[in-house]
């Protein structure tokens, strides 16, 4: 993995081929000391690991795929938790038939590159398990009157 700083908070990110995306942000956000932030990017691999939540159960269903992915987008944020920092993100990739499908990306190997733009933020903000939808969740400050 390389990475350049473009300012005080923001950081460019390139994923080496053979390297785990999720593994590889962490690992970068361990380094520089980040607990908070969102990225973007996109890329191509060749293993993923999707799935989609069940807020009944509380439960994710997971898929994995094997192939050549383009990477058309990754989306997500790293927020501190009691556990240490997570990473929660999304993903759209299309296959040879240029048809996109995607979900909640748990992990994902890089078969040429991965480009992520990241943000760090200023703010620390952790996330807490919620008991309704039985996910972490951001804890945030202010309310918004219903």
Do not use: P, W
Request: net charge positive; with cysteine.
């Amino acid at each position: 993995m390389y990475y350049q700083k473009i300012n005080k908070n923001t950081f460019i990110i390139r994923i080496k081929r053979g390297e785990l995306v999720l593994g590889s942000l962490k690992k970068f956000c361990e380094k520089l000391k980040i607990i908070n932030g969102f990225f973007y990017g996109l890329g191509a691999l060749d293993q993923v690991k999707l799935g989609d939540y069940n807020v009944e159960t509380k439960k994710y269903h997971e898929a994995e795929f094997s192939g050549q992915f383009e990477l058309t987008n990754i989306t997500g944020n790293v927020m501190d938790s009691a556990e240490g920092i997570l990473i929660h993100c999304h993903a759209t990739l299309t296959g040879h038939d240029m048809k996109a499908f995607g979900g909640h990306f748990s992990e994902g190997r890089v078969s040429g590159t991965a480009e992520i733009y990241f943000t760090k933020l200023a703010s620390k903000i952790k996330k807490k398990y919620d008991k309704e939808t039985g996910l972490k969740l951001m804890e945030l400050k202010k309310v918004l009157g219903r």
